[in-house]
Protein backbone atom coordinates (compact mmCIF):
# COMPACT_ATOMS: atom_id res chain seq x y z
CA UNK A 1 0.00 0.00 0.00
CA UNK A 2 1.22 3.34 -1.38
CA UNK A 3 1.29 6.29 1.28
CA UNK A 4 1.20 9.76 0.81
CA UNK A 5 1.78 12.53 2.91
CA UNK A 6 1.22 16.00 1.73
CA UNK A 7 2.88 19.42 3.38
CA UNK A 8 3.22 23.10 2.52
CA UNK A 9 0.04 24.85 2.79
CA UNK A 10 -0.70 27.60 5.17
CA UNK A 11 -2.14 31.17 5.09
CA UNK A 12 -1.27 33.51 2.13
CA UNK A 13 -2.59 37.11 0.65
CA UNK A 14 -3.79 37.20 -3.14
CA UNK A 15 -1.26 37.39 -5.41
CA UNK A 16 1.18 35.41 -3.23
CA UNK A 17 2.71 31.90 -3.82
CA UNK A 18 2.82 28.58 -2.19
CA UNK A 19 4.83 25.34 -2.85
CA UNK A 20 2.74 22.20 -1.74
CA UNK A 21 5.02 18.81 -1.65
CA UNK A 22 3.62 15.19 -1.56
CA UNK A 23 5.83 12.68 -0.20
CA UNK A 24 4.96 8.77 -1.49
CA UNK A 25 5.87 5.98 0.36
CA UNK A 26 6.57 3.65 -2.68
CA UNK A 27 9.88 2.74 -3.54
CA UNK A 28 8.34 2.00 -7.41
CA UNK A 29 6.73 5.79 -7.33
CA UNK A 30 8.33 6.47 -10.88
CA UNK A 31 5.66 3.87 -12.58
CA UNK A 32 2.51 6.31 -11.45
CA UNK A 33 1.05 8.58 -12.65
CA UNK A 34 0.32 10.79 -9.99
CA UNK A 35 -2.12 14.18 -9.23
CA UNK A 36 -3.11 17.31 -6.72
CA UNK A 37 -6.71 17.46 -6.25
CA UNK A 38 -8.63 19.85 -4.15
CA UNK A 39 -11.55 20.26 -1.83
CA UNK A 40 -12.82 23.76 -0.48
CA UNK A 41 -15.40 23.94 1.68
CA UNK A 42 -19.37 22.45 0.69
CA UNK A 43 -17.30 21.76 -2.87
CA UNK A 44 -16.66 18.25 -4.45
CA UNK A 45 -13.29 17.69 -4.20
CA UNK A 46 -12.02 18.69 -7.82
CA UNK A 47 -8.49 17.87 -9.93
CA UNK A 48 -6.01 20.56 -10.32
CA UNK A 49 -3.30 19.02 -11.91
CA UNK A 50 -1.42 15.31 -13.20
CA UNK A 51 1.59 14.23 -14.36
CA UNK A 52 2.18 11.51 -16.11
CA UNK A 53 4.88 9.10 -15.35
CA UNK A 54 6.56 9.97 -18.67
CA UNK A 55 6.37 13.84 -17.07
CA UNK A 56 3.29 14.97 -18.98
CA UNK A 57 1.12 17.79 -17.54
CA UNK A 58 -2.07 18.78 -17.63
CA UNK A 59 -4.32 21.50 -15.54
CA UNK A 60 -7.76 22.31 -14.65
CA UNK A 61 -8.53 25.70 -16.65
CA UNK A 62 -8.65 27.76 -13.03
CA UNK A 63 -5.39 27.16 -12.56
CA UNK A 64 -3.81 27.07 -16.20
CA UNK A 65 -0.55 29.10 -16.03
CA UNK A 66 -0.55 29.97 -12.37
CA UNK A 67 0.09 26.43 -11.01
CA UNK A 68 2.76 23.99 -12.12
CA UNK A 69 2.97 19.93 -11.39
CA UNK A 70 5.99 18.42 -11.11
CA UNK A 71 8.07 15.32 -10.01
CA UNK A 72 11.34 14.62 -8.35
CA UNK A 73 11.13 10.42 -8.76
CA UNK A 74 14.68 10.17 -6.61
CA UNK A 75 12.73 11.57 -4.09
CA UNK A 76 9.50 10.26 -4.57
CA UNK A 77 7.46 13.33 -4.07
CA UNK A 78 5.81 15.22 -6.51
CA UNK A 79 5.32 19.13 -6.12
CA UNK A 80 2.91 21.48 -6.85
CA UNK A 81 4.29 25.47 -7.48
CA UNK A 82 1.06 27.68 -7.15
CA UNK A 83 1.61 31.07 -7.91
CA UNK A 84 -0.76 34.22 -8.07
CA UNK A 85 -3.06 33.00 -5.78
CA UNK A 86 -6.53 33.96 -5.46
CA UNK A 87 -9.11 33.59 -2.54
CA UNK A 88 -11.36 31.05 -3.94
CA UNK A 89 -7.72 28.60 -4.56
CA UNK A 90 -8.18 28.13 -0.62
CA UNK A 91 -9.02 24.43 -0.22
CA UNK A 92 -7.43 21.70 1.56
CA UNK A 93 -4.82 20.28 -1.07
CA UNK A 94 -4.85 16.38 -1.87
CA UNK A 95 -2.31 14.40 -3.67
CA UNK A 96 -3.43 10.73 -5.20
CA UNK A 97 -2.76 8.25 -7.87
CA UNK A 98 -3.92 9.93 -11.28
CA UNK A 99 -7.43 8.29 -11.15
CA UNK A 100 -7.23 8.19 -7.57
CA UNK A 101 -7.50 5.16 -6.02
CA UNK A 102 -5.47 5.40 -2.99
CA UNK A 103 -6.65 5.82 0.61
CA UNK A 104 -6.74 10.39 0.81
CA UNK A 105 -4.34 11.42 2.79
CA UNK A 106 -4.81 14.01 5.66
CA UNK A 107 -3.87 17.00 2.54
CA UNK A 108 -2.93 20.55 3.14
CA UNK A 109 -4.74 23.68 3.78
CA UNK A 110 -4.53 26.41 1.81
CA UNK A 111 -5.78 29.67 3.10
CA UNK A 112 -5.65 32.95 0.59
CA UNK A 113 -7.06 35.73 2.47
CA UNK A 114 -5.84 39.25 2.74
Known amino acids: QVHLVESGGGLVQPGGSLRLSCAASARIFSIYNMAWYRQAPGEQRELVAA???????NYADSVKGRFTISRDNAKSTVYLQMNSLKPEDTAVYYC????????WGRGTQVTVSS
Open 96 to 103: NLFPARLT
Open 51 to 57: ISAEGRT
